[in-house]
């Protein structure tokens, strides 16, 4: 058995591709189900086609990057109490 | 009446108190068995008043069960049961015995049906919870828990300053709906929200929690918190303010979580996070909503404590905690990390999952109420949720890079455990029905609708990708993130420090200019009055009589002149 053999195939570079693909054929499916199903939006804004697929990614970006922002400020080493 | 004996809180805490007094094997059965007993109390025992006793002239209602109280008492059972089974060979004795006691209280609470017997298990649950946490026997332990006892402490005073004013105002001690319109419900609701974990105040809950040992935590995320769910279910639903407060939960939970390193942290930050979905849910006030918060309580407790097991799992199998240094676990621990999974897709409200049909009844509150800010930060929220909890912590500890680590799945009783936790995250999912018959009010709410399926997929799959495509942002670094404990850890100390410093310089100062002026009364007194002073030589009977005549002579000749 050599090396590349008895490494997980998560850990393969050649099923990275395969998973992206997998992945982004769902991410397809769930916003094309939404063609099939009658939404009942509650309100205005939910109405834009594929608004919960747009607002999640958005708002997960947006929430990441205040992460980031507000890291610089209050980011320190792990040992800082006790130090 | 013989139902007023069957207490299902105290069972557990003189089980807890006996504890330490039974010898190994009996305590393995004992730890087991009284979970079941405090679980088959719950269901037997009937609705209503049912133990009621005088204390200093007022009626104090002891046990008193309706449809919610039973709710969060057979969850609590539920979760002592697993936590038992999931460390009784492994964890220490002082441990399983605190564990028993704060659960006993913590049922206690949720049984008192006035405020001074809720107060009394209240004080006992912050107490057997710091023992919790001490029991990790590590000095981060000991200092975390002093802490945390401190904390709790300042929140049992202004509880019981709120309650000592609520009783003279009202004259009243039960415990029932309020609204926080003076003083006294003010200061009871402030004592409530410390331990829901609050702001500004929620950092004891990441400081302390992951301190304790790898099954202390297990318990800790259970109780304290959820226990202060309960009492504002029944004490403030409907507030507005708690929808604000549950919001900045909410998100204080994501963000803390998202710059985490720690995989037991980032599970604590998103206990405030969930937590905050419920307080916001009570806020809402709604019967839905209402039946939302406690039916989160519910799945929470379960999913949680599926999360802290496989966190445990992992932390007592390889001693580490760190995301920076685990990932790839997957490989040599299948269990753990099914486990793990299935709590982390129970958390992101994944359709099938407790989350999913819990959640869910917040959210369509907020909708029905026509609370579009709420809705909108609500479903981020959940976005979220999936973000920080749901992909993080499966993520970074069993799979990303391959840590080399090949620790085997824990022992047997530590995989029952999560295994039955994970299979009732699933059947809660499937059969919601088991949750909403036990709900406080009757649902009518469906939670399994073709386009309600659809759009959760989307928000969840789609943050997902918002994951993946910023993965190298998220990456880990070996840092904390500063809390308002700052302001107690560091900046209180180091005041403390400056102003002790220079007080002993001032004294410093003080002392020797107070010697030198009493060295120079010291000499001057000594002229006066020293062996050859002035004021103190001995004089001759004749010179003072001589004295004596000539005053005499002097007051004859002013006296003439007078007149």
Known sequence: MNEMEKRHWLYRGENLKKIWIGGSVILLLTVIAELLVKLHPYFKIAEVFAFHAIYGLLSCVAMILFAKLLGFFIKRRDDYYDR | MTASLLHPGLVLVLGGLLLPFIGVTWRHLWVLVLPI??????????????????????????????????????????????????????????????????????????????????????????????????????????QAGMRYIMIHLLGGVVLMTGITAYVLQTGSTEFSAMTPDRSSTWLILAGFLLNVGAPPLSAWLPDAYPEASF???????????????????????????????????????????LLENDMRRILAYSIVNQVGFMV?????????????????????????ALLLMSAGSVLFMTGKRKCTELGGLFQSM?????????????????????????????????????????????????????????????????????????????????????????ALCILIGVVPGIL???????????????????????????????????????????????????????????????????????????????????????????????????????MQTDVVALWVILFLAAYLVFYLFES
């Open chain 2, 37 to 142: 007993v405090t679980l088959v109390f719950t269901w037997i025992v009937p609705e209503g008043l049912l133990a009621t006793y005088t204390f200093l002239g007022y009626e104090l209602q002891a046990f008193r069960v309706d449809s919610l109280s039973r709710l969060f008492v057979t969850v609590f059972g539920i979760m002592t049961l697993a936590g038992m089974v999931f460390c009784y060979r492994q964890a220490k004795r002082a441990e399983l015995a605190a564990a028993m006691v704060y659960a006993g209280s913590a049922i206690s609470v949720t049984l008192a049906g006035d405020l001074l017997t809720l107060f009394v298990f209240w004080e006992a649950m912050a107490i057997s919870s710091t023992f919790l946490i001490w029991s990790a026997g590590t000095e981060k332990s000991r």
């Open chain 2, 215 to 257: 099954s202390g935590m297990v318990f800790l995320s259970a109780f304290t918190t959820k226990t202060a769910v309960y009492v504002l279910l029944r004490g403030y639903p409907g507030t507005e303010l708690l929808i604000y407060i549950g919001l900045f939960m909410i998100f204080y939970g994501i963000i803390y979580a």
């Open chain 2, 280 to 304: 916001c849910g009570i806020g809402i006030g709604t019967e839905l909503a209402l039946n939302g918060a406690a039916a989160h309580a519910f799945t929470h407790i379960i999913y949680k």
């Open chain 2, 334 to 422: 299948p269990v753990t990390a099914a486990c793990g999974v299935i709590g982390a897709l129970a958390i992101s409200s994944f359709p099938l999952t407790s989350g999913f049909i819990s959640k869910s009844m917040m959210t369509q509150a907020a909708a029905d109420n026509h609370l579009l800010m709420v809705w909108l930060l609500l479903q981020a929220a959940s976005a979220g949720v999936f973000l920080h909890a749901g992909i993080k912590f499966p993520w970074f500890v069993f799979f990303q890079k391959d840590s080399g680590l090949r620790p085997s799945d824990p022992p047997m009783n530590m995989r029952v455990a999560m295994i039955v936790f994970a």
């Open chain 2, 436 to 538: 909403y018959n036990i709900l406080p009010y009757p649902v009518e709410y469906v939670p399994y609708t073709a386009d309600h399926v659809v759009v959760q997929l989307q928000l969840l799959l789609f943050s997902g990708l918002a994951f993946f495509i910023m993965l190298p942002w998220m990456q880990r670094t070996m840092t904390i993130s500063l809390d308002f404990d700052w302001f107690y850890r560091r900046l209180l100390p180091q005041l403390a420090t400056v102003s002790i410093r220079s007080w002993n310089m001032i004294k410093g100062q003080l002392l020797s200019l107070a010697g030198s002026v009493s060295w120079r009364a010291r000499m001057h007194l000594h002229t006066l009055y020293g062996p050859r002073g002035l004021l103190s030589r001995s």
